[in-house]
């Protein structure tokens, strides 16, 4: 094999948005946009959403303008 690695790469996810028009990305839909954050309130990057460029630009304004009208928390952890 001469320490040369052999890569699998796996399917190539589709933007959920491009694939059915029909779908809206709005700030006012926050258990949408609860999809793409994590339990800390972190938003999930594009290789793991399978957003492309356009959408998820779209999906992170969404969601910034949903946590300043506090329809979405910053975090989500709670204190105790």
Do not use: W
């Not at 839909?29 to 800390?40: C, G, H, Q, S, V």
């Amino acid at each position: 094999m001469n320490g040369k690695k052999k890569r699998n790469y796996g399917r190539r996810k589709v933007c959920r948005f491009c694939a059915d028009a029909t779908l809206v990305i709005d700030y006012k839909d926050p258990r949408a946009l609860r999809y793409f954050t994590t339990e800390k309130g972190k938003i999930i990057p594009r290789r793991i959403s399978g957003c492309c460029a356009l959408h998820q630009r779209q999906m992170t304004e969404a969601i910034k303008r949903a946590r300043h009208v506090a329809l979405l928390g910053f975090s989500s952890n709670l204190v105790s």
